[in-house]
């Protein structure tokens, strides 16, 4: 069964640092991209943040790009996201979500099967 679980999220101020953490179980994470996800107050979710199987290549958002990074253990089953000059925009419910990685680079949460819980992370001063 597959499982993910988030963790790390908290309030901070603007120009701070976060990093959220999503663990895995029930796949091998080298078959299977994961994506951290972020759901603003009356938006919808969005991808913000990739990174593939095996190769580990990564993906950002423009929003986020140069601000964030993905990375992954797999020792650890675990895949981060480093959050560093947050702004208050960054706030949101951030989820991870995972599926069979095929090669094709997918933004859309409708491309992904599974989903933690998400974590929510607050920048205001």
């Known amino acids: 069964q597959v499982q993910l679980v988030e963790s790390g999220g908290g309030l901070v101020q603007p120009g701070d640092s976060l990093r959220l953490s999503c663990a895995a179980s029930?796949?091998?994470?080298?078959?299977?991209?994961l994506g951290w996800f972020r759901q603003a107050p009356g938006k919808e979710r969005e991808g913000i943040s990739l990174?593939?199987?095996?190769?580990?290549?990564?993906f950002y958002a423009g929003s986020v790009k140069g601000r964030f990074t993905i990375s992954r253990d797999n020792a650890k089953d675990t895949v981060y996201l480093q959050m560093n000059s947050l702004k208050p925009e960054d706030t949101g419910v951030y989820y991870c979500?995972?599926?069979?990685?095929?090669?094709?680079?997918?933004?859309?949460?409708?491309?992904?099967?599974?989903w933690g819980q998400g974590t929510q992370v607050t920048v205001s001063s």
């Open positions: 990174i593939t199987g095996r190769d580990r290549r990564t």
């Open positions: 979500g995972t599926r069979p990685w095929d090669g094709i680079v997918t933004w859309g949460v409708n491309g992904y099967d599974n």
């Open positions: 029930g796949f091998t994470l080298d078959r299977y991209v």
